[in-house]
């Protein structure tokens, strides 16, 4: 398999997998396994950490022993390093490890906007930013993953403050349009997210949608008596 040393390398993990080279995606053909992605994205869970040769076997073959796949790890090895080019895969005392200056990954990009903006939350640019980015779960093709888990909830958590932060902003500076959409968007996410519904209420209720406000406060109503929360009563300390 050639490999463009010279290729920008970009890899896409929230929303679905995929690797693009000089902006192109690199067709499902060219791997001719699954265990050499799956490589590529435990390594991108460890965030450019150094994950140990015989974390990895163990992780793509867990019913196998160790001893018995070294040929199979190689050829994953070798078929992951020709996907993503020259210095992307990093060896170094028996371990691999991403290097992200080389290789560009959008879940790190999204939670440096996040923490930038939610550090400042002036700075809405890189809440916007943030926001923009967030397409889907990390590796949401993997819900079973035990490797994919930690860094999943982190997006995700860290996704859900962003739009708070920017319900907020829009509720402040009279947008209510915008603050009633980044609700729905963490509603969709996590239906019992007292504040989201609440926020969706007042915006509603701001432009003058009273009869869906009036819906919506139902469905907050229902949703807080599916986990046993007592609901704010309508109009009390805002809706």
């Known amino acids: 398999m050639e490999t463009n040393v010279l290729s920008h390398v970009r890899i896409e993990t929230l929303g ?28 991108i869970c460890q965030r450019g950490r150094p994950v140990p040769r015989e974390t ?21 090895l070798c078929t992951a390093r020709a996907i ?12 691999v490890r991403l290097d992200q200056t080389v290789v560009r990954v959008d879940v790190t ?13 002036r700075d809405i ?33 860290t996704y859900l403050q962003v739009a708070a932060a920017l319900t907020d902003h829009c ?3 009279g947008d209510h349009v915008a603050a009633s959409r980044y609700c729905l968007r963490i509603l969709e996410r996590d239906r019992y997210d007292e504040a989201a519904h609440l926020a969706l209420v007042r915006a509603l209720v ?16 229902s949703r807080m008596r599916e986990i046993d929360v007592e609901p704010t009563p309508w109009l009390r300390k805002g809706p």
């Open 171 to 173: 509720a402040r500076v």
């Open 206 to 221: 701001a432009v003058g949608s009273h009869g869906e406000a009036r819906r919506r406060y139902g469905t907050y109503v």
């Open 84 to 95: 993503l080019g020259h210095g992307g895969l990093i060896t170094e005392n028996d371990s």
């Open 125 to 157: 640019a890189a809440l916007l930013a943030a926001e923009s980015a967030y397409r889907g779960d990390f590796l949401e093709e993997d819900p079973y993953e035990d490797w994919a888990a930690e860094l999943r909830a982190e997006a995700r958590l």
């Open 56 to 76: 990895l076997m163990c992780s793509l073959w867990p019913a196998t022993p160790c001893r018995k796949l070294g040929n199979r790890f190689s050829v994953a």
């Open 16 to 43: 679905g997998f995929r690797v693009l080279r000089d902006n192109e995606p690199v067709p499902i053909a060219k791997w001719p396994s699954r265990k050499s992605r799956d490589l590529v994205k435990i390594v």
């Open 109 to 121: 990009a999204f939670l440096q906007a996040a923490t930038a903006g939610l550090r400042d939350p």
